[in-house]
Structures are given as C-alpha cells and as structure tokens.
C-alpha cells in the first residue's frame, strides 16, 4: 500500500531545497507526496538586517526566481520549482499553497488523501491540537514530524544556527523529532551535524547542511515504509534552551564576532547551481535577475 505524505513547508530558501533533496532521494519509494507550502509576512517593523535576511531567505526565490524560470520553460536544474515539481509527476506529487495548517479543511484532506506521516519543514505555523490528535490516531505508523534546524534540545527556536556560530560551537545541524504542543520539545528521533565555517555566513552554513536534513527525512520515510515503528527518545530538559529572534543588541553583538547573518552573492550562486543548467542563458539571466533584486532592494551597493 502506498504510504501517503505531507511536507508542510515554509516559505524560505532552506526549506525549499532541503524539500527537493528529499523528493529526489524518494524517487524510488512507493510514496505519495503532498505539498503544503505555506508563507511568512515580513517582518516590517523589524531590524533592518532581519529584513535584508527575510528578502534573502524568502523574496529571492518566490518573488523573483521561482516566476522567472516557470515563465522560461527550459530544462531545470537539479532542484525545481514548486509548479515544476507538481507538474513533472501529477500522479505522484501535489503541492498546494495553504494560509492555515490547523483549518478543519486541511485536516479533511490529510483524511481524504490517507494521509499517515507529515513532515513540518521550517513551515512557522504552530500545529494545534487537532492535527496533531490527527496523525496519532491515522494509523499504526502514523507520526508528524519536525525537521528543526538547531541541534536540539540545545537550539530551539530561531536563528539556531546564528546562536551556535556566536556560542563558538564547532558542529550545527538538523534535528527530526515529534511535535506536540511545545516548540520544538517533542522526542528525538534523529539528529546529524557538520563542521560550522566560520569564514562563511550563517546562511551558507545552513543551505549547505540541507541535504543532511533531506537525509533524516528519507531514512523515516523508509523505516516507516518497512513497517518499522519510528523510534524515539525525549529531550533533556535540563539542557535545554530556547532562543526568540535576536535583538538589535544581539544582533551588534553578531557583527562584533565578525558574523555575518548572509552574503547575498553566495546566496545567488548556491541557487543558480540548484535551480539552472550549468552557465547556459537561463542560469545567466537568472543571475542579472537576482543581482537587480538584491540592489534594487538596497542590500548591495
């Protein structure tokens, strides 16, 4: 019987590769996979630096990338769109845009499409007790599932690996874990680091590291496939630690570390290598395309 999943999905550019990186490794599975891609508002009367971080994270692909190359119709990278995803396998894949993950609609479809194992990556909803009663009653096998990217329980919250760099850490990662009425508490099913760069930028860290978060994904998908209940332990409190998003002194205190929240460059170049064919037209049209955005947005000069 073909196990039915959900990814919940938040609107920035971690998210959305680590998604592709887990459908690619899926391709060989007897899985269905549903898209809910949700969104974040940006944060208006924020810092300007959590600002410039929000056009980086989230507008460069949604508000300029993504309309671009579905508009271009040409052969796509290694990763794809959220239109070109659902359009290359109809039968397999779906993918929806959805404004609420706790509506009493979405739950109807979660049962209508059977459903059993759902994956929250970085989706910013807080799940309420009705989905959550939802997936512990689906099935034998049922779970719902956070890929958080902080290596828990250390790092919950945002800007988790913002915090490791400025705490001097030497590893950050992703954790997958159940989610239950608190943020980022659930039991820990798995949780895999790699060596921070401190000569890159926090955002870099983290695109870098999404394939180990696809990874996780996968290796539940399979167990949970073969039948396998997903094992898990509960987090130490004692250790842990929740972190909200930083202050402007917090942030000062990023800088005076020599850190830096992104590099726009760096961004631009890890998407055109995921998104486009090598350097033809489309990867170099794609490239002027976000450099305007990013200028015309004040961020480089």
């Not at 990556?121 to 512990?136: E, L, N, P």
């Not at 956070?146 to 915090?163: F, I, M, W």
Request: aromatic share 8%.
């Amino acid at each position: 019987m073909t196990l039915q999943i959900a990814f919940f999905i938040g609107s920035d550019v971690t998210s959305h590769l680590t998604v592709n990186a887990a459908i690619r490794s899926l391709a060989g599975e007897d899985v269905g996979i549903h898209l809910f891609y949700t969104g974040q508002k940006p944060p208006s009367s924020a810092p300007r630096e959590r600002r410039d971080l929000y056009f980086i994270e989230h507008q460069l692909t949604n508000g300029v990338l993504y309309p671009y190359l579905d508009a271009a119709n040409v052969p796509v990278g290694p990763y794809q769109t959220p239109l070109a995803i659902a359009q290359t396998a109809p039968g397999r894949i779906r993918s929806e845009r959805v404004s609420e993950i706790n509506s009493p609609a979405l739950i109807e479809e979660l049962v209508r499409k059977g459903v059993t194992l759902g994956f929250s990556v970085r989706c910013y909803q807080k799940f309420g007790a009705d989905i959550i009663r939802y997936f512990s009653e689906a099935a034998e096998h049922a779970a719902l599932l956070n890929l958080h990217p902080g290596a828990l329980p250390a790092y919950r919250g945002v800007l988790t690996y913002a915090r490791a760099m400025a705490n001097s850490e030497e590893h950050a990662g992703f954790t997958l874990h159940h989610i239950n009425a608190d943020w980022d508490a659930g039991n820990i099913l798995s949780c895999v680091t790699q060596p921070l760069d401190y000569r890159s930028s926090v955002l870099e860290n983290m695109l870098r590291h999404h394939r180990s978060g696809a990874a996780l994904i996968r290796e539940a998908v399979v167990q949970t496939t073969e039948g396998e209940r997903l094992l898990s332990v509960p987090q130490q409190e004692s250790a842990a630690r929740y972190y909200t998003h930083a202050t402007p002194a917090e942030l000062t205190e990023f800088q005076d570390k020599g850190l830096e929240l992104f590099r726009a460059e760096a961004v631009i170049e890890t998407l055109v290598r995921a998104f486009c064919v090598g350097d033809d037209s489309t990867a170099r049209g794609a490239r002027k395309l976000l450099r305007d955005a990013v200028v015309d947005a004040g961020i480089l000069a």
